[in-house]
């Protein structure tokens, strides 16, 4: 499961205090204050940018220096001289860029990458205090490292690779020259995203900075047939909107639901002890709920700045309406009416899935979904809840494949049976979702072990019984192997 660069460890504020009175007032810790004002200053800084700095009146160059020069100043203002461990890394990956051979350079990157945001995970928890949920320089250090190791793959796909080796959606993503000095620093740093992402590929982000980046995707649709002479010119501004209000729905969802049901609730001897096993099914799913808007908050809020900014534009949907969903890390209304643990993935911190299945589940030859839990708990951290999520995850995942393979046609004959099925696959998946998330919240050993006894772990064994006298069917119709240009090519020929 792929979630959000999680809140972390502080070890004593860090960054700007000059927010400490609001932080006072409002009863909200100084570093959170100051990730909120940073993305509210990013989204008037993106709307500058968008009208004054636009590529029909300045040269990609002033925008790439502007744009890393706003993310440097919200990094430093935010993180202090926290902020100096994305400097570093970047400065050690863009070494690596320019100095190792094509063959190699995706794989030096991810080990150096990976490597160092790990030392700094285990520093943080090992060396300062353990359990104290904050907001960190770790966050920005995650999405710096998605975009560190995406970008090296892509380089190694457009450099090191012959194209007909490549997937579909490889060859299009394929950088086929080596990122400047200046434009490295703007993809990694630029103010739209460096504080909360999300993760985007190197060529639209070159594309949206050259102002390429809406024109190609208006190319791809009919307007003569549509009674247009001309290209139309997009507005981000209804959808700007739009993501605001979910914003402040959030937040004022974080300000009661949150407060009111902390994840501590589930170590409370009440519900331990003395609640009966539907009370605690029940409980632990509100509790999960309730984490759930500082999430949805970050990453709107996320979209918002970079749509803002004229970045994130999707085409035209299937309505004929212009979408700026391209860099969304969620879909909300999927979230929470998902049928199956796949589906409920799939919309949730979508960006970090879509990372996770380029540079791993597509490209290893063994175990790709073991490997991609392992990596993805990797990423958030070495917190032991982490990995208690991403292996029951592993586990629950295998057994939901199961069962839908099994039994989900028996109720396709008619609509009355597939409501029914609908029904009970969305109550069963958002209370194994509530599970299994359980341990990536509570962090440590001992809440969680706690929480899955007072449970009888019953996930766990209900899980197993059905990997173990199931028959696991395979999925004809789904390839873990993207197809590759020559594939495609030849099922032409025939």
């Known amino acids: 499961m792929a979630a959000a660069p999680p809140s972390s460890l502080s070890y004593r504020t860090t960054g700007s205090t000059c927010l400490h009175p609001l932080s006072e007032l409002l009863g909200i810790p100084l570093d959170q204050v100051n990730f909120v004002a940073c993305q509210l200053f990013a989204l008037l800084a993106a709307f500058w940018f968008r009208i004054y700095l636009s590529p029909g009146k300045t040269s990609p160059d002033v925008r790439h220096a502007f744009a890393t020069i706003f993310g440097i100043y919200f990094v430093i203002f935010c993180f202090g001289w926290y902020s100096v461990h994305l400097f ?103 103010f739209m995203s460096v504080i909360a992402g999300p993760c985007n590929n190197f060529k639209d982000y070159v594309d949206f900075i050259e102002g390429r980046h809406i024109h190609m995707k208006l190319l791809e649709v009919n307007w003569k047939q549509k009674g247009f002479h001309s290209l139309p010119e997009p507005s981000p501004m209804g959808a700007v909107i739009h993501k605001l209000c979910m914003t402040l729905v959030s937040l004022l969802l974080f300000l009661t639901l949150t407060t009111t049901f902390p994840v501590t609730c589930l170590v409370d001897d009440w519900f331990v002890h003395k609640a009966n096993f539907l009370t605690r099914l029940c ?64 919309n949730w911190n979508i960006q970090t899935a879509t990372w ?103 996930l766990h064994i209900i899980s197993l019984l059905i990997i173990l006298f199931l028959p696991i069917k395979p999925q004809a119709h789904i390839q873990k192997q993207p197809q590759t240009l020559n594939s495609v090519n030849e099922k032409k020929k025939d």
């Open 88 to 190: 570093v890394l970047v400065l050690m990956c863009y070494g690596i860029m320019v100095t190792a051979s094509v063959s190699n350079i995706h794989r030096y990157s991810f080990f150096v990458a990976m490597g160092y945001l790990t030392i700094c995970h285990i520093s943080r928890i090992y060396i300062f205090h353990y359990g104290i949920l904050t907001t960190d320089f770790s966050g920005p250090l995650m999405i710096v490292t998605q975009k560190i190791i995406a970008l090296a793959f892509q380089v190694h796909d457009g450099l090191g690779r012959r194209a007909e080796d490549l997937s579909v959606e490889q060859h299009r993503l394929a950088v086929k020259v080596k990122p400047s000095f200046l434009e490295y620093l703007s993809y990694l740093l630029n």
């Open 283 to 346: 409980y632990l799913y509100v509790v999960m709920q309730a984490s759930k808007p500082k999430y949805y908050f970050a990453w709107t809020l996320a979209d918002a700045v970079n749509n803002a900014a004229g970045f994130g534009f999707s085409g035209v949907d299937k309505n004929g309406n212009f979408s700026w969903d391209l860099l969304s890390n969620l879909n909300i209304w999927k979230i929470e009416t998902a049928t199956s643990f796949k589906m409920y993935l799939e």
């Open 356 to 458: 996770l299945k380029r540079v791993c589940y597509e490209r290893v030859p063994w175990y790709p979904t073991m490997l991609t839990f392992i990596l993805s708990a990797l990423w958030h951290g070495v917190y032991p809840g982490y990995y208690f999520t991403f292996l029951t995850g592993t586990l629950v995942t295998i057994a939901a494949r199961t069962m839908r393979n099994n039994y989900r046609h028996y109720f396709l004959s008619s609509k009355a049976l597939k409501l029914v099925y609908d029904v009970v696959t969305w109550a069963v998946t958002q209370l194994a979702v509530s599970y299994t998330v359980a341990p990536f919240v509570m962090l440590a050993v001992e809440p969680t072990i706690s929480l899955y006894k007072s449970m009888y772990f019953y």
